[in-house]
């Protein structure tokens, strides 16, 4: 038989009585005003007495969620005693992985929580009696529930557990629903002597409410003078102060240390705030503020350019500031019209102010003019473009066109070294191709067009080969 650490006898006191014993259910729940966890017993009937004798509640926490503790995690909790009165609801034992591998994937740690017994008095059926409250500390913990017992007659919810049925009691394995076991509910009848337990009646998870943090400003004097920087936390416990904690690259004339808001100063620059609140529960939020105390936009590009490296396309950009910025899509194009992927540089710094440089090179582009453009991505995903750019590789200024603009005939002379079996379109404004030819002897040097039947605009001719794009814009007036 596997044995825990720690034990903890129980002693149901023995008294003769009431012939009659109502079901006694238990119940956990989280208060969002008072800021701690509850556990409530409701009779199924009512009595006109009722003596609560030597009784158990096991707390099921999620294994390895209590942080603050010394020693053994059971110090973490802070158990008030609200009845009986007289004695102290105390933990006597408990059960966790980390010391016992019998518990090992079951996924909770137990606490079990004892009392000598006393006079609950008169109960009313289906009515709530607070028997004690407690806290964890600054532990933000969901999915706190009671022990629910596993079989006919034990559970409130048709038998279903939320313990498997061989983990019903470690210390008395062959007793498992009543007994005085270590790890199972009871809830005793003193004056009867009889175990009045029959179940958690209300066996869902408990859940704290979480809060949130933005950071607003007022521009009190811009640029020369004040802004107000305040923290704003929705939500999240309330019936405690809230712990601020400022830090970022932001100037500060009055910071605001533990509170929430404070006077900043220019240059301004990045301000951040963690909060917690009294149930232990975080978040953070940033601004960055522009000197001119202003909003400050996702990424200010300061240059982009793109030059020739050998036979490399060699892409610098810069960006004033940064906002949420994750990273960047180089994207390429030999059309100017249909772009993609051709690698990805990540942001250095995600939020910033100051001066960030990036490089990116595309090894060995085709010859002929090629477009690049920048898609900048932020963390929530959003996106957005920068300008295109382009460059000339290859023999692509030997692709000449004349006359230009036309109204009739059009001359293209031919890029010297172009190869066999090359297409040769002509495309409108809107990139769709209006015409299109194979040519298998491109050693024509000048080849002649008529376009004369093409509506007025812009156009490009383009020269494709197995490796290559030749292009060059036109216009066709009348």
């Known amino acids: 038989m ?4 720690i034990i903890a006898s129980l002693f149901l006191f023995v008294f003769t009585g009431m ?10 729940r989280y208060n969002d005003a008072l800021c701690r966890y509850e556990v409530y017993v409701e009779p199924a009937t009512s009595a006109p007495s009722f003596y609560m004798g030597g009784s158990q509640i096991v707390v099921a926490v999620p294994h390895n969620a209590i942080t603050n503790y010394t020693g053994y995690r059971r110090n973490a909790f802070q158990i008030s005693t609200v009845a009986p009165s007289g004695n102290t609801w105390a933990i006597t034992a408990f059960a966790d992985a980390d010391f016992d591998s019998t518990y090992n994937g079951v996924g909770y740690d137990y ?4 009392h000598a017994g006393g006079p609950l008095g008169a109960v009313t059926a289906n009515t709530e009696i607070l028997l004690f409250t407690f806290t964890l500390g600054q ?18 919810n048709g038998g279903v557990g939320a ?4 983990f019903s009691d470690p210390k008395y394995p062959t007793l498992p629903y009543g007994g005085g076991g270590d790890f199972e509910t009871n809830f005793s009848e003193a004056l009867a002597n009889v175990e009045a337990w029959v179940g958690n009646y209300n066996n869902n998870p408990t859940l704290l409410p979480k809060p ?52 900043a100063v220019p240059p301004y620059g990045e ?12 978040a953070t939020a940033t601004e960055i503020i522009s000197a001119a105390c202003g909003p400050v936009l996702p990424v200010e590009m300061l240059s982009f350019t793109v030059t020739k490296s050998g036979d490399d396309a060699l892409l610098n950009w810069a960006t004033a500031t940064e906002v949420n910025n994750n990273y960047f899509d180089v994207q390429h194009s030999t059309d100017g019209e249909h772009f993609n992927y051709i690698g990805r540089v990540n942001s250095l710094n995600g939020n910033s102010t100051t001066v960030q440089n990036y490089q990116f090179t595309h090894n060995k582009p085709p010859k002929g003019v090629n477009y690049y453009r920048l898609k900048q991505v932020d963390f929530d995903g959003t996106y957005e473009y920068s300008d295109i750019r382009s460059i000339v590789f290859g023999g692509a200024g030997n692709l000449a066109i004349y006359p230009n603009p036309t109204s009739s005939n059009i001359n293209v002379k031919v890029p010297e070294g172009i190869e066999h079996n090359a ?28 376009v004369s039947d093409l509506a007025l605009g812009y156009y490009f001719i383009q020269i494709k080969t197995g490796h290559d794009l030749y292009r060059e814009q036109f216009i066709i007036t009348k």
């Open 2 to 5: 596997k044995r825990f650490l």
């Open 111 to 114: 606490y079990a929580i004892d």
């Open 163 to 166: 313990i498997p049925d061989n």
């Open 19 to 28: 012939a009659q014993v109502p079901d006694m259910r238990t119940n956990l």
């Open 212 to 263: 949130t943090v933005s950071i607003s400003y007022i521009c009190d004097v811009p640029a020369s003078g004040f802004a107000t920087i305040t923290a704003n936390v929705t939500g999240g416990a309330s019936c405690a102060a809230i712990n601020y904690t400022w830090t970022g690259t932001g100037s500060w004339f009055a910071a605001p240390g533990n509170s929430e808001d404070g006077i």
């Open 139 to 156: 532990n933000c913990i969901d999915g706190l529930r009671l022990w629910e017992g596993s079989g006919p007659g034990y559970s409130a």
């Open 423 to 450: 297409i040769i379109e002509i495309v409108n404004a809107a990139g769709q191709t209006v015409r299109a030819m194979t040519v298998s002897d491109m050693s024509t040097a000048i080849l002649t067009f008529n």
């Open 271 to 282: 301000y951040i705030v963690s909060i917690i609140d009294n149930n232990g529960c975080e």
